[in-house]
C-alpha cells in the first residue's frame, strides 16, 4: 500500500497558490505506510512532514511544541481512534486542519469523522498526486474527499429523509460537483465544467459539508445508533 507514496510523483500537477511550505504531521501506526507518506511529503517542493507519530495519544502529547498546518491521520489506531483524536484536537487548537486517510470506507466512520471536524476524508488507495492535492485544498480553505467518499455524501442526502430546514438540502450545481467528484474530477477540472473559479468550488464544498453535517445528524438511522449508545 505504501509503494503508491513512495514512487516519483509529477508534482508539476500540484498548484502552488503561494510560496510558503505546507507543514503536516502525520498520525498512523504502521511504519511502512507512516514512513512513506512523510518520505512523499518532504520529497514534494511546498511540502514538509514537521511530525510523524504511531498513536494519537502521543500526537497530542507532542503536538503543541510545533503547530502543523494539517494533520493527516488514520481511523484505525491502537488505543484512541482518530476519530475522537481529531475532536480533542479541534477543540484545543480549532484553527488546525485534520484530513483522515483511511482504509475504511463505511458511511458511519466517513460521516463522524468529517462531523468531528475532519476537513476531508481520502482513503488510502488515493493517489500520491490526489493525497497532495487534498493536503493543498486544506490549506487553501476547501474540502478533500475522494471519488468514493464524495458517493457516500451524495447517497447520504438522496437515500435519507430531508432533515426539517430545506437549505440543508444541496443545490443542483452542489449536486453537480460532487457528481464530478465522484466521477474523479479534482477542484480544478470541475470548477472547468461548472464554469466557476476554484475560489467558488471551495466554498460550495464547504456549505455541501455544513448541509452534510446537518442532515447526518438529522438522519434516523444516525439518531437510533446515538440512542443505543447513549444507554
Known sequence: MSETWTEQTNTSTIARTDQRTIRVVVVEDQPDIREGLKMLIDATPGYRCIGSYGSMEDAIADIHRKLPDVVLSDIGLPGMSGIDGIRILKRRYPGLLLLMLSVYDDDDRIFDALCAGAC???????????????????????????????????????????????????????????????EGHNYNTAADNLNMNTDKVRFQMRLIFDKMQAHYQSAPVHRMRNERSAR
Open 120 to 182: 476531508g476524508y481520502l482513503l488510502k488507495r488515493t493517489s500520491s498526486n490526489r493525497l497532495l492535492e487534498g493536503i493543498k485544498e486544506a490549506v487553501t480553505g476547501g474540502t478533500s474527499i475522494s471519488p468514493d467518499v464524495a458517493s457516500r455524501v451524495l447517497g447520504l442526502f438522496r437515500n435519507t429523509l430531508p432533515p426539517e430546514r430545506d437549505d440543508n438540502e444541496l443545490t443542483t450545481a452542489q449536486v453537480k460537483l460532487l457528481e464530478l467528484l465522484v
